[in-house]
């Protein structure tokens, strides 16, 4: 099977090597924005965005798409399930530096990091700091991002409640509200993570009227993709001081403008959709690829 891996995901020799004993013939093409040459020859894809610059149309021996993304907003899904194309995304890959990140943000904005960091040297100190032992979590999103974020808020103490859109029994949550019954957490909700996929349905989902019902003094953290959030209702929410703050790695324009008021707000932490980036990324997405393409007759899926 003829095998295209773009520059998402960059490999040695070795690991060229290493699919070639399995059975493809591997080509590479480094930027995913330039167009495919002849597509239609590609059975495998191992890629980022690349559907976002070329037709997956044109790829019409397509049977196995691995991702290196955890989200699957990036490529067309209904038309690759409609052609029985089978998708894998990076699993768990990322997980943990994103769950870990998830914390130092909300501990930012607690411990109130910046003013700290402002008069460093100056002995003065911040009495607007907050204790996260007993806060109340809402994780939208249970996925493998959600539950790790869960699993370190529970060493704090906190108190966790799951929403998604079907019940996960797990042990770093102390209730679970299905997506559509959620609207009554929020009002309750301490801590607000964001840790849902972007699709159709939940683009802009936490939008003006959504935010407004959130508990005076919250925080909202995103760790997932930036449409989730109707980005201008949540400065007019900072803005007006209701909310106590936002840690935010993912915007709905990337990079996000210059000019965005969030850079300014000092009750914001913004990070250039880094919250994914750890030492451990390229062994534990090397384990996923070599299970779905290596491993067994997944590569004819």
């Not at 109130?112 to 907050?130: D, I």
């Not at 407004?212 to 001081?241: F, Y």
């Not at 451990?280 to 067994?296: A, F, H, P, S």
């Amino acid at each position: 099977m003829n095998l295209l891996i773009t520059g998402a995901y960059p490999v040695t020799p070795a690991k060229i090597a290493e699919f070639e004993n399995a059975g493809y013939c591997v080509d590479i093409q480094k930027d995913e924005r330039a167009r495919t040459a002849t597509p239609e020859k590609y059975g495998a894809v191992i890629c980022n965005a690349l559907f976002q610059y070329n037709d997956m149309e044109s790829f019409t021996s397509l049977s196995v798409i691995q991702l290196t993304s955890v989200g699957r907003d990036r490529i067309p899904e209904k038309y690759a399930a409609a052609r029985g194309i089978a998708v894998y995304n990076a699993g768990d890959a990322y997980c943990r530096p994103m769950a870990e990140w998830a914390v130092f943000g909300i501990l930012s904005i607690y411990k109130n990091a910046r003013f700290l960091f402002e008069n460093y040297g100056k002995w003065r100190k911040s009495r607007t700091v907050f204790e996260l032992c007993g806060k109340h979590v809402a994780v939208f999103g249970f996925g493998n991002a959600g539950r790790e974020t869960a699993k370190r808020l529970r060493g704090f103490d906190c108190r966790i409640t799951a929403v998604d859109v079907r019940e996960i029994a797990s042990p770093y949550a102390d209730g679970f509200v299905p997506v559509s019954q959620a609207d009554r957490l929020l009002p309750e909700t301490d801590i607000l993570v964001i840790a849902m996929p972007l699709t159709r349905e939940t683009e802009h989902y936490f939008g003006a009227e959504r935010l407004s019902l959130l508990k005076d003094g919250a925080v909202v953290v995103n760790i997932a993709r930036g449409g989730l959030i109707d980005e201008n209702a949540l400065i007019a929410e900072l803005q007006s001081c209701r909310l106590l703050g936002a840690a935010l790695d993912v915007f709905e324009t990337e990079p996000l403008p210059a000019d965005s008021p969030l850079y300014s707000m000092k009750n914001v932490y913004v990070s250039p959709h880094n919250s994914f980036i750890g030492e451990n990324n390229r062994e534990r997405l090397d384990g996923i690829v070599r299970k779905n393409l290596l491993n067994g007759g997944d590569r004819n899926a």
